[in-house]
């Protein structure tokens, strides 16, 4: 099972987690993802994470 990417920084702004950066939807239907949906969504979300803040906000 793949972890969520969740770093307890749980504020949406713009349909968007300012901490893990998963939509509103990605969160809330995180259960029921396969382990590869998972991983896609991980792997988005931890580059994303890398960036400075201010350019993850500008999207």
Do not use: A, H, Q
């Not at 993802?33 to 803040?53: F, G, Q």
């Amino acid at each position: 099972m793949i972890e969520s990417p969740c770093v307890g920084v749980c504020t949406v702004v713009k349909n968007k987690c300012i901490g893990c950066t998963r939509t509103s939807e990605e969160i809330s239907n995180w259960l029921f993802y396969s382990d590869c949906e998972r991983k896609i969504i991980t792997r988005r979300c931890l580059k994303v994470m890398k960036e400075p803040l201010k350019e993850r906000n500008s999207r």
